[in-house]
């Protein structure tokens, strides 16, 4: 299931639980958040997989250096092996003319004295051992030389793959690179513009600033709700508003609204449950506001509820309380061209 149609699952799911029975199962909710880390998980591995590539491009690199210098070695040894060999062809050269001479000497000599006979013979017999030696070495010395230039042809194939893979890996690497760079500029511009959009609210319990490749619009209770209400205050209207207005303008922005509320339980017998239901209901309260006042496509949105379990103060002081009720509306660039290419890959 793709990203888009997995929200517009959870989208359907909490709005039809919501319109039913005015709260979401914790289960469907774990549904919905786990579907979004997804999202954040893929995102950090795209990461942690750029950073991967890096430190392979940069062994490949030093695999290919010590590929060369080995290459280096092995063209000076051939280079040296193949002075031996010629060293060695000019003396079995001398040595056969030798060998001719004393042949003919041996026999002018047959009919001369035998003592010099032998002498002769055992000369003759010295050289050929000699000869042997020498032509055993000149086959030892081109057997090493045709290894060595099987090892150098070996050598030469595996730098040229490894500079092939090399070459992949830095166009794959540029490729994310650029995706990177250019959804971290789409994060940017796009919290300016928010932040434009939304100056004259920001002293009033409002705030945009980007965390882990996201945009945050956080909005406090007192800028959006009364205490215990699902209703929005028209000064939260006039500001969610305004921020229709910047979604309307970027459509490939994906919109999470979250609700958050402090840990005071509700009376026994009061309309709304719990915490996780005002949460919910809360979050699709704004919903609301931002698809009457726009054209926003709904499959763009997701509202969850968070209740009280992810406080930003812990304290049981009336400040924490004040700050952990809140709504956060996060802005996430569309992922379509990295998921595209961790396919392909």
Known sequence: MTLRKAKNVILYAVLTAAIVSSCV??????????????????NADLRKENEKFYAENNELAN????LRRNIETLQLDTANLGTTLRRINANYEQLHKTYQVLLEQNEQLTKGQAA???????????????????????HKATLAMQEKEKSLNELNARLNASMEEIRKKEQ??????????????IVNALRKTVAQALLGFQDNGLSVDIRNGKVYV????????????????PQGVSALKELAKVLEKNPDINVLIEGHTDDVPFRPGSVIKDNWELSVLRATAIVRILLDNSKVDPKRLTAAGRGEFL???TSKTPEARRKNRRT??????????????????
């Open 63 to 66: 695999q290919v250096a010590e």
């Open 311 to 313: 406080p930003l103060d």
């Open 172 to 185: 794959r690497l540029n490729e994310l690179e650029s995706i990177l760079n250019k959804q971290d500029s």
């Open 116 to 138: 010099e006979t032998r002498r002769i013979m055992e000369r003759l017999q010295e050289t050929q051992q000699d000869l042997l030696r020498r032509e055993d070495e000149l």
């Open 328 to 345: 956060e509306i996060i802005l996430t660039p569309k992922l379509d061209e990295l998921f595209q290419i961790i396919q392909a890959n």
């Open 25 to 42: 199962p914790a289960r469907k909710y774990e549904d919905m958040v786990t579907r979004r880390n997804e999202c954040e998980n893929a």
């Open 218 to 233: 956080s909005l406090e209770e007192r800028l959006l709700f009364a205490t215990g209400s699902t209703t929005v205050d």
